[in-house]
């Protein structure tokens, strides 16, 4: 790995999300949105796996980059609709981080890997792809569940439950038990987990 052009390209994606105009708290200080998602999946990376290769570092890393750009309200609010706006995404993201590391000078072969990851394409044949799917589901565990179950207090306790079962049907049986050994859940919400674990 050239660790200066790595330090570079990471430099110009956090500078990408670091434009973020929404904010988040954490630990008592203020972020972009989407820089603090994207510094949170690198460590979770880290903690996941000690080997994660430079592409999939820099997918994890530009994974939400300036995904503010296309708001969900442009699509219609209807399955179709959301679909149609996570398939903008993946492409938007990948054709966002393809420019970023050009201007760095990686090649097109490593580009178009961290591009293939960005999109999760082969996921199911791709062990990379799914470690990248379960660092995702794993950081939305840790830090996104409780503020998701706060602003859908309309679900009750069985909508919760089908959608954590959904997340975690995503993942490797590596990501499941971490979801249990490495990260930390939110306490109030453990029972509920534990009946999608079980389910």
């Not at 799914?130 to 009750?156: A, C, P």
């Amino acid at each position: 790995m050239d660790q200066a052009r790595f330090q570079q390209a990471i430099a110009l994606i956090d500078a990408a999300n670091a434009q973020d105009p929404n904010r988040e708290i954490a630990d008592g200080r203020e972020y972009p949105k989407e820089l603090l998602y994207a510094h949170r999946m690198s460590a979770m990376l880290e903690r996941f796996t000690a080997d994660a290769s430079e592409a999939l570092q820099l997918a994890v890393r530009c994974q939400h980059i300036q995904r503010w750009k296309i708001p969900r309200a442009y699509y219609p609010m209807t399955r179709a609709g959301y679909h149609q706006w996570r398939t903008r995404l993946r492409d938007f993201h990948a054709e966002t981080a393809s420019a970023l590391l050009k201007s760095v000078g990686y090649d097109d072969d490593m580009i178009a890997r961290v591009c293939s990851l960005v999109r999760k394409e082969r996921l199911q044949q791709d062990a990379e792809a799914q470690t990248l799917e379960d660092v995702i589901v794993l950081v939305f565990l840790e830090s996104y569940l409780e503020e998701f179950v706060r602003t859908h207090n309309e679900y009750d306790e069985a909508k919760l439950i089908d959608i954590l079962r959904k997340s975690l049907r995503k993942m490797s049986a590596q990501g499941r038990e971490a979801a249990l050994t490495i990260i930390e859940l939110p306490s109030s919400l453990l029972p509920t987990i534990l009946k999608a674990v079980d389910a």
